[in-house]
């Protein structure tokens, strides 16, 4: 019988863990977080109001990497489940209205978020 102890120990090793947490993880939620705050203080809106616009830019950087990487009919699939993923975001930011600011009309969380 062969002995397996060593198979999966790179990927199961703490100190990897450890790395990747370090070098990966936190990296990409600090500037995820500071790319959220700053749409929050130029938009003054709530988190929660700014979630589907956030939804969206991640759904589209997944879309773009997915592009890049699966190339073919293989990314078909993940290109149309992001899409489709996207799909309730979009409705919520197509029906949002905007509370009126000095006297505008109301019009979407959208029109708002990127002006």
């Known amino acids: 019988m062969p002995d ?5 120990s790179a990927w199961t ?4 863990v450890v ?7 936190q990296p990409m939620l600090q500037g995820a977080s500071r790319v959220l705050k700053i749409l929050h203080e130029r938009s003054q ?3 929660d109001e700014l979630a589907p616009l956030w939804n969206l830019l991640v759904i589209s950087a997944l879309l ?3 592009w890049w990487i699966t190339t073919g009919p293989a990314g078909l699939p993940a290109a149309g489940a992001l899409v489709m993923l996207s799909f309730p975001d979009v409705l919520k930011l197509l029906k949002a209205p905007q509370p009126s600011r000095q ?11 990127v002006a």
């Open 45 to 47: 809106r709530s988190p």
């Open 4 to 8: 397996f102890a060593g198979v999966g």
């Open 64 to 66: 773009a990497a997915s």
């Open 13 to 16: 090793d703490e100190r990897d």
């Open 103 to 113: 006297g505008q009309e109301t019009g979407t969380v959208f029109s708002l978020a």
């Open 19 to 25: 790395f990747i947490n370090h070098f990966v993880d």
